[in-house]
């Protein structure tokens, strides 16, 4: 009934810039903690950025300074702002959210969600 559509990934030169965007859609359901993930071939999933429902943020080192997270409760939608993007972000980003779900008991139960990830491309 959640579900998670990334948008906005794409192909760029280095010292680019993109905007991701995540957008949960449903019902019955309460966001708390959101964050962006990336995976390349061959390498692990990897932590790029979070933002508590209070909008406490972490990142990162390899994109500390280069990225900025951001979310807009109202629009149930989170944002990544990659700038001076260089060939090794390339990878495919994916969405992530833990949402309480209301569905079965009134006091929630808590789901992990995961986007189907959008391909971001860096050339040199």
């Known amino acids: 009934q959640v579900h998670l559509v990334e948008s906005g990934g794409g192909s760029v030169q280095a010292g680019g810039s993109l905007r991701l965007s995540c957008a949960a859609s449903?019902?019955?359901?309460?966001?708390?903690?959101m964050g962006w993930y990336r995976q390349a071939p061959g390498k692990p999933r990897e932590m790029v950025a979070t933002i508590s429902s209070g909008d406490n943020t972490n990142y990162a080192d390899s994109v500390k300074g280069r990225v900025t997270i951001s979310r807009d409760n109202a629009k149930n939608t989170m944002y990544l702002q990659l700038n001076s993007l260089e060939p090794e972000d390339t990878s495919v980003y994916y969405c992530n959210a833990a949402i309480v779900d209301y569905r079965y008991y009134s006091t929630g139960t808590l789901h992990s969600y995961w986007g189907q990830g959008i391909q971001v491309t860096v050339s040199s």
């Open positions: 449903g019902s019955n359901f309460r966001i708390t903690a």
